[in-house]
């Protein structure tokens, strides 16, 4: 075997490799809300984190979620990173947005990963505000499907 054809071969294997990790890396243990809802967001709670999902038939240009029963702490991964969207939290609000005016298409995404502390537990977890923006910052229609006790809880426009 020529040195070309081992060096095309690694580099085949390593994007490869890599196409694996990011697609896994945006995988939820558990499936899409069955749910008659276009819009929606969910959380996918894990024992230090929770994974913020939504699927939309809407372009999105901004997110606010606020928490009560969780700490929420650093964020790593999702289309908002990927996308480069401004980030910011304290222990109760999230907020992201792009100040170059870029938005998360249409689709199911994993839009972040929060490190999150449960003081009451997983299962006391509530979503206390929810809004989203799409173009010009228009509200947009969106439901939350409280994964916890398998239902909506509520709706925002």
């Given amino acids: 075997m020529s040195k070309n054809s081992s060096t095309l071969i690694v580099g085949l294997i390593t994007v490869a490799c890599m196409a694996l990790i ?21 959380i996918d709670f894990h024992d230090s984190k929770m994974d913020i999902w939504m699927s939309s038939v809407d372009e999105v240009y901004g997110f606010q979620f606020e928490f009560e029963g969780a700490a929420l702490g650093s964020t790593d991964g999702g289309v ?26 249409s689709g199911e995404h994993m839009l972040i990963s929060i490190d999150t502390s449960y003081p009451n537990g ?5 979503m206390t505000n929810m809004v989203l923006a799409g173009k010009g910052g228009k509200s947009l229609d969106f439901s939350y499907y409280n994964s916890i006790y398998n239902s909506t809880t509520f709706r925002t426009n």
């Fill in 22 to 42: 990011v697609m896994n890396k945006d995988s939820n243990t558990f499936e899409k809300p069955m749910t008659i809802e276009d819009n929606i967001i969910w």
């Fill in 80 to 105: 908002l990173n990927r996308e480069g969207f401004n980030i910011s939290n304290n222990e109760r609000v999230f907020l992201s947005f792009s100040f170059e005016g870029k938005s998360i298409p």
């Fill in 122 to 126: 997983k299962n006391n977890v509530k």
